[in-house]
């Protein structure tokens, strides 16, 4: 079974950057779909994006739209997630997870899933 490990969080000033790996082992995850999610104290886990196998297509949440960018390596067998122009409400935990469909963006729509890396923005 393929594991996922996040990787790249910390503490950003907002309005900085930081960028989150997810490295996958145990298989290849070049066919999957790769969902970033998050989840922040005492609020559900929600979805922030989404990226297709061949990196053809991309999907944001719109409260991240425009900030964050996901881009994937299948060589390195690894998936990113670039943070833009940080805001306080991005702190959160921040998770990659596996799909083998497109367009499903639900927690209970993913089953593989890293443990996670937190991510803290001060004002």
């Known amino acids: 079974q393929v594991q996922l490990v996040e990787s790249g969080g910390g503490l950003a000033q907002a309005g900085g950057s930081l960028k989150l790996s997810c490295a996958a082992s145990?298989?290849?995850?070049?066919?999957?779909?790769v969902a970033w999610f998050r989840q922040a104290p005492g609020k559900e886990r929600e979805f922030v994006g989404d990226?297709?196998?061949?990196?053809?297509?991309?999907y944001y949440d719109s409260s991240v739209k425009g900030r964050f960018t996901i881009s994937r390596d299948n060589a390195k067998n690894t998936v990113y997630l670039q943070m833009n122009s940080l805001k306080p409400e991005d702190t959160a935990v921040y998770y990659c997870a596996l799909s083998s469909r497109y367009g499903l963006r639900r927690v209970g729509d993913f089953g593989s899933w890293g443990q996670g890396t937190q991510v803290t923005v001060s004002s």
């Open positions: 145990g298989g290849t995850i070049s066919f999957y779909v």
């Open positions: 990226i297709l196998g061949d990196s053809s297509l991309t």
